[in-house]
Structures are given as C-alpha cells and as structure tokens.
C-alpha cells in the first residue's frame, strides 16, 4: 500500500512552459484535491475532486488545471508557467464526506517547482 | 472568510518536557479539526482530529484540546522527543461537502536535546 503518490519530485521549467503533475492514490478515496505550499506559509487548496470526472475550484485557482479521468488518478495542469507558481505542491485524498473520525486527508511527498 | 491561525510561530521545548502549540480559528460553523505535522521536504503527516462536539482527544503521547467559546484549539505533545521536531499545522473544515481543510501558517517545533 503505497499511499499516495506524486510525479515527478522536482522540476524547473522555463516561463511560459507547460507541464502535468501526476497523483495516485491506493487507498480507494473518493475525493482528492491538489495544495501548494509557499516558504513560510500553510497549505492552500488549488482545485479538489469529489469523485471521478469531477472537479471544483479552490482558494488559488488561477494558472492551473485538473483532470480526474480514473478515481485514483488526479492531474495538475500548469498551461503557461510563471514564476509566481514557483512552490512546492502536495496531493491530498481522504474518504467522502461524512461525520466522525476517519475523514482526514492524507498527503503524497509533494512536488518542488521552480519557475525561472 | 474563514482562517486558521498560530499565536507562535516557533517553539523550542527540551527534550523530556511537554510541548504545546496552540491555534485559533475564526469559523464558528467548523465542526472537525486536524493537526499535521510536517518534517522538512515531506508532505503533512497526520496526527490527531476532534470533533466539535468534543472538548479534548487522547492519541499516544498527544492531547489536543478544543474550545469552541473562544475558538482555540491545541496540541499537547508529552515528553517531547527530538523526532518530535518538525512544522505542525492545524487545520478546520465543515464535515459536508468536500472536506475542504483551511490550514493555519504552522508552528515550528524545535525539540533541544
């Protein structure tokens, strides 16, 4: 059981350059959202899915994209970079909604970008 | 809008002590509280959740409390450990929807040994 995963680790891209990060999940979760993470900063939410073939905008949503083609698939999407979303980006899933325990989120390693 | 905040960015506890961090939020509506704990270049680990009906939760070596009078919570980490070190946020959402979780800025945890 592997968690949850993301590709690649690293990348420097040049502005105006495109790119897809990948997340996997095995642990059969529902919903899955996409944060970046700045220096000094807690986690803000991108975009989120609450199932397969479905997306939603979060707090930053600007300059990016998603796709949730497969339940444990979820892509982020830079279509013309900048170097405003130079940081670091971690995937998330965790069980549908519902009331109790068990509905925390549970993260991948996270992606470093740089935008130059 | 909703946010999620730190009275102290930084902490150092020696190492045996008990460490707290503490965390207030704004959004009376959230009903489900998280604490992560985040070590250098890894992605938020989870350590423990309470519910808004419940005025603290036990894990192993860890309490967190909530006070929804004046909308604080905090961890209670005991006898602090040098692996202990890391960032620990906490988190709050409304447990329908989507779980969105607001994240605070974190508080950074140095254990000295």
């Known amino acids: 059981n592997a968690g949850v995963t993301q590709t690649p680790k690293f990348r420097v891209l040049k502005t105006g350059q495109s790119m897809t990060l990948l997340c996997a999940q095995d642990m059969n979760h529902e919903y899955m959202y996409w944060y970046r993470q700045d220096p000094g900063m807690g986690l803000r939410l991108i975009h989120y899915s609450v199932g397969e073939g479905t997306t939603a905008k979060g707090e930053v949503p600007d300059g990016y994209n998603v796709s949730r083609l497969k339940k444990q698939n979820f892509l982020l999407g830079l279509e013309s970079a900048a170097p405003s979303q130079t940081s670091v980006y971690f995937c998330?899933?965790?069980?549908?909604?519902?009331?109790?325990?068990?509905?925390?989120?549970?993260f991948g390693p996270g992606t470093r970008l740089t935008v130059t | 809008g909703e946010s999620v905040g730190l009275h102290l960015p930084t902490l150092s506890v020696q190492e045996g002590d008990n460490s707290i961090i503490n965390c207030a939020y704004s959004?009376?509506?959230?009903?489900?509280f998280i604490w992560y704990k985040q070590e250098s270049g890894k992605g938020p680990q989870f350590i423990i959740d309470i519910r808004s009906n419940m005025d603290k939760r036990q894990g192993q070596r860890v309490t967190v409390l909530l006070n929804k009078t004046v909308k604080h919570l905090s961890l209670q980490i005991a006898a602090t450990q040098p692996g202990d070190s890391a960032v620990y946020f906490c988190?709050?959402?409304?447990?329908?929807?989507?779980?969105?979780?607001?994240f605070g800025t974190g508080t950074r945890l140095t254990v000295i040994p």
């Open positions: 959004n009376s509506a959230s009903d489900y």
């Open positions: 988190a709050e959402t409304i447990q329908t929807g989507a779980n969105n979780l607001f």
């Open positions: 998330a899933s965790s069980y549908s909604a519902g009331r109790g325990f068990g509905y925390e989120q549970y």
